[in-house]
């Protein structure tokens, strides 16, 4: 699939191919809706906890003694029928989700991108420059490539990985995201409009998932 290459202007520069073998894939909707799934779950805290009766302070001493006095039996008054007692089955720290398999997830990634190629929802730009953070410049830049309020993610693989400049220039735009290539993951591609990619970005997404 041959797709056009846009400078941060807005105008034409050129074209490039998508490799097939990532982004002209059959789409597996199966996979994705797992994939999803279980991203939403571990990004789910867990950190809800209650005391159980060995958790509760107190309660070392038995109340009373075991017969003749009439009264129920008790051991300690920290057991859960007593008020102030520990919490039987209550919530504990816990991680939400599964280890999903590696052959699925990137399965599950090249669906989306696929999907997206498939939908003409990609914009690749031949490189964002920034000299300094400026929220106006990325802005203006969507402006220019007719996604103004889009949501979109914007995929980037800087001298050293992460560039600075960049992300500190999305981050005050309610709809933009920013991920590097290597770490782009299939819920943020799916939940875009619009996937905008720099050849950079592209160049190394392709290396990592084909």
């Known amino acids: 699939m041959n797709v056009k290459i846009y400078n941060q202007d807005g105008a034409e520069v050129?074209?490039?191919?998508?490799?097939p073998e990532v982004?002209?894939?059959?789409?597996?909707?199966?996979?994705?809706?797992?994939?999803?799934?279980?991203?939403?779950?571990?990004?789910?805290?867990?950190?809800?906890?209650?005391?159980?009766?060995?958790?509760?302070?107190?309660?070392?001493?038995?109340?009373?003694?075991?017969?003749?006095?009439?009264?129920a039996r008790a051991g300690t008054i920290r057991s859960p029928l007593w008020r102030g007692g520990g919490t039987v089955f209550g919530p504990s720290p816990?991680?939400?989700?599964?280890?999903?398999?590696?052959?699925?997830?990137?399965?599950?990634?090249?669906?989306?991108?696929?999907?997206?190629?498939?939908?003409?929802?990609?914009?690749i730009v031949d490189q964002i420059e920034l000299p300094e953070y400026k929220t106006k410049a990325?802005?203006?830049?969507?402006?220019?490539?007719?996604?103004?309020?889009?949501?979109?993610?914007?995929?980037?693989?800087?001298?050293?990985?992460?560039?600075?400049?960049?992300?500190?220039s999305c981050r005050n735009l309610q709809n933009v995201t920013y991920s590097r290539a290597t770490l782009v993951n299939g819920y943020e591609v799916l939940n875009a409009d619009w996937l905008i990619m720099t050849k950079a970005g592209l160049e190394k997404m392709q290396e990592v998932f084909s």
């Not at 050129?14 to 490799?19: R, T």
């Not at 991203?39 to 789910?44: E, H, I, S, T």
């Not at 309020?149 to 800087?158: A, M, P, T, W, Y």
């Open 138 to 168: 990325i802005a203006g830049m969507l402006v220019k490539l007719d996604i103004a309020g889009k949501k979109c993610l914007i995929v980037d693989e800087g001298v050293n990985g992460r560039n600075d400049t960049l992300v500190g």
């Open 94 to 123: 816990r991680l939400y989700g599964n280890e999903f398999p590696r052959k699925m997830k990137r399965l599950a990634i090249k669906s989306v991108l696929s999907d997206k190629a498939r939908s003409e929802r990609i914009k």
């Open 23 to 71: 982004f002209g894939i059959e789409p597996n909707e199966a996979v994705v809706h797992q994939y999803v799934v279980n991203y939403l779950a571990r990004q789910r805290q867990g950190n809800s906890a209650t005391k159980t009766r060995r958790d509760v302070s107190g309660g070392g001493k038995k109340p009373w003694r075991q017969k003749g006095t009439g009264r």
């Open 14 to 19: 050129g074209s490039v191919d998508l490799k």
